[in-house]
């Protein structure tokens, strides 16, 4: 979800009352709203039932006591009083939504290096060692569970006695070998001078795109290990940021969305730059994507957008051809399962990822093929595997959960979520995390199959997504953090393996190379880096510990 601030209380998301009966995205359990929105969840679900409520109160209780509905809106985040001019040298700032925009610069997401996100000191593995991904990742990394007889060392005593299969490792063996080398050090960087939002690799690696606050969208050149700037394109229709981007297929285009009505594709094949803006024509008044996602045919795209629908645009046809009501809050994220595009998977901020089937999907009937639950508290990004059975969530419960998607959650779990999620009444773009939303045991009907702890999720959409497959055996899942470092976890164990720090705010994005051993991190201090590993010498390690010390004392 995306934020803004602004001075009244106009309303967000298309509503333009004050009423918290109409407040629909932060109704309590226990507000009369709750019947009539399970008589309507159906269709339009908790959004639409509750702003039904809304027009059907009478003309006596819309005359409330202002200083209990402005204590509801202040206790719910929807509000806030800052420093201003006036007689009171306060001012009052509504937020339409809770995640990716912010006018006021009460915060620049520098509040996580007060935080010390938990870890799981010892991860519940049960399902994930009976799992088909730990069989995946063994094979994928020529591993087994006698660590003794294929360590790294083994690896090495074997291969000079002449022991190894044909003349060298096998591309198992690489990357179980590239495993010990994880990227730890800072190779290249670029600094701008507002919030750095999105960054991510092309298909093939050699290039990098990376969108700033300020407007501009950047391409690298990043083959033979280079970094260097290739073009910088102005982005258009900007509203306080561009949100999210990503190559179309074929590397020759970019896609862009920010709070606009369309999302924007540009050409960036040959010197000439072509903008086109496709509309999606949305109902809502305030309307913004916040996750894109291109087909592999590069016909279709998918966005994920603020008023919960989930919208298909098709290039050849030169229209939006699909509006799904698919969540009953914001959709954060998108993406498709595999290369065949046929799967779609959605996360919204209801804490709900749901599967969709694109041959089946009806605007008249949004039936999804089955729905995942088990987080506390909204999605701010998905990633598939890429093998149309295993994916990702973020979320600002400070968790990331492993899901089968062959394995749906029953009813009983998409009741306890949706339950968890009324009784989150913090705002994580500013507020530190409060302790009661640190809760461990899982959820009735959670059907993840393993749960990694250890990064902060605060300020904005933080993303994570699994290392790559070609050069890790996809061992790993890397997240950004909200203390400004990039966290790598195990994903059979949920250990993790590394902490990056390098950064002084948090870190939203980060892209880990296809093929080659860098990771790139896009931060809201402004800075780019690409990560490397650098291998030092013991004695260099000592002095750099004693440098760090010396500068602490």
Known sequence: MGSQSSSGMS?????????????????????????????????RGRRTADRQQGDRQPASEEDVDLAEVLAYLLRRGQVRLVHGSGATGLQ?????????????????????????????????????????????????????????????????????????????????????????????????????????????????????????????????????????????????????????????????????????????????????????????????????????????????????????????????????????????????????????????????????????????LREDRPQPVGQLAGHRDGITFIHSKGDARYLISNSKDQSIKLWDVRKFSPKEGLAASRLAVTQQNWDYRWQQVPQRALKRHKLTGDTSVMTYRGHGVLHTLIRCRFSPEFSTGQRFIYSGCSTGKIIIYDVLTGAVVSRLSGHDACVRDVSWHPYEDNIVSSSWDGAVRMWEHRQTHPLEEERERDSQQVKHL
């Open 92 to 360: 009052l700032v509504q937020s339409y939504s809770d995640s990716d925009e912010d006018s006021d610069g009460a915060w620049e997401g520098r509040l996580g290096d007060r935080y010390n996100p938990p870890v799981d000191t010892q991860p519940d593995t049960h399902e994930v060692d009976q799992s088909e991904i730990r069989t995946q990742i063994l094979l994928a990394t020529a591993s087994s569970a006698q660590k003794g007889r294929h360590s790294f060392t083994h690896m090495l005593t074997e291969r000079e006695q002449g022991r190894c299969r044909g003349s060298s490792f096998s591309h198992g063996e690489c990357s179980r070998i590239r495993t010990h080398f994880l990227p730890n050090h800072i190779s290249h960087k670029d600094t701008y001078l507002q919030k750095a939002f999105c960054g991510v690799y092309s298909e093939e690696g050699n290039m990098f795109l990376s969108a700033c606050q300020d407007q501009n969208i950047r391409l690298y050149d990043t083959t033979r290990g280079r970094f260097h700037l290739r073009r910088t394109v102005k982005a258009r229709d900007v509203g306080w940021s561009v949100l999210d981007v990503c190559f179309t297929p074929d590397a020759q285009h970019v896609l862009y969305s920010s709070w606009s009505d369309y999302i924007h594709l540009c050409s960036i094949d040959g010197d000439s730059e072509n903008h086109t803006a496709l509309d999606l024509n949305p109902d809502e008044r305030r309307f913004c994507v916040f996750s894109l996602a291109a087909s592999t045919d590069g016909n279709e795209i998918l966005g994920g957008a603020n008023d919960g629908c989930l919208y298909v645009f098709d290039l050849e046809q030169n229209k939006r051809t699909l509006k799904i009501d698919a969540h009953e809050d914001d959709v954060n994220a998108v993406a498709f399962a595999d290369s065949s595009s046929q799967l779609l998977f959605s996360g919204s901020d209801d804490a709900l990822c749901k599967v969709w089937d694109r041959r089946t």
């Open 11 to 43: 309303g967000g998301r298309g509503s333009s009352s004050g009423n918290p009966a109409e407040q629909s995205d932060t109704a309590e359990p226990n507000q009369s709203s709750s019947s009539s929105s399970s008589s309507s969840s159906s269709s």
